[in-house]
């Protein structure tokens, strides 16, 4: 049986910048009181259902059925709890590009639809939904004068924000480095903490051979592995936690 070579960019990746994880017990503080809001971002039909659309895996994905698997676990506590939920979803309006992007999660698809296994979250009384028309949910979240996000925080009084999604270094990155700007703004008051967890975020595969084979650019490669690490890192350098468990 063959042994399986380790990848020499991650181990040049974790040598060079290395990461820090911690882990969270849901009956310990911050997360058993009740001001820590729950961020879930786009885990819709057309990023994480398998043959969804343009921007869905093309099959069934270990990495995606995990983070799916680990935010309906914890949306359920969070619910149980009463604790605050907010999810985004990806909702564009049909023939509005978002380059470099194909079409994806048109409103009226089905493509900007929670995956299955969340949809129970859409009559969810703990659950706001946002839906957003960028890549930013923190922008995304603008209406008129108003952003949506921080009144959600502001209402709920939180402390700490749990985000979890796809993808982790588009999405759930712009989004957290975002916030972080605007914590750092006063924006929220009382906002300390931004918690990402590891095992409920995933991004997706495409290798430069994938790419060119599609007559795309090289520069459109994007193996999962290293950006699912960088994506980590960089919102880690600007001041999130990474957590590696919820208990």
């Not at 063959?2 to 040598?15: G, I, K």
């Not at 914590?183 to 095992?199: A, C, K, T």
Request: glycine fraction near 8%; proline fraction near 8%.
């Amino acid at each position: 049986m063959a042994v399986e070579q380790p990848d020499p960019l991650m181990a040049a990746l974790s040598s060079a910048m290395p990461l820090a994880f911690e882990q969270l017990d849901s009956t310990a503080a911050p997360l058993n009181q009740g001001r820590t809001g729950l961020v879930i971002v786009d885990e819709i039909v057309g990023f994480a259902a398998p043959g969804g659309g343009n921007l869905a895996p093309p099959g069934p994905d270990a990495d995606v059925s995990r983070m799916v698997a680990e935010t309906d676990r914890l949306a359920r506590q969070f619910s149980a709890n009463g604790w605050p939920i907010l999810a985004f979803l990806d909702t564009h309006e049909p023939g509005k590009a978002e380059p470099p992007y194909p079409p994806h999660c048109e409103r009226g698809s089905g493509e900007e639809e929670f995956v299955p296994e969340l949809r129970w979250l859409e009559t969810n009384s703990s659950t706001t939904l946002i839906r957003k028309d960028c890549i930013n949910g923190f922008i995304g979240a603008i209406s008129g004068k108003r952003n949506l996000l921080v009144d959600w925080v502001l209402e709920n009084s939180l402390e700490s924000l749990l985000v979890v999604g796809i993808c982790t270094d588009i999405c759930v990155m712009d989004f957290v480095l975002t916030i972080l700007s605007a914590r750092n703004h006063d924006m929220m008051p009382g906002l300390v903490d931004i918690f990402v967890y590891q095992s409920a975020c995933a991004t997706y595969d495409l290798p430069r051979d994938v790419a060119e084979s599609l007559n795309l650019p090289a520069s459109m490669s994007h193996p999962k592995a290293p950006t699912q690490y960088m994506g980590l890192y960089f919102m880690a350098s600007r001041g999130a936690r990474l957590v590696s468990a919820i208990k």
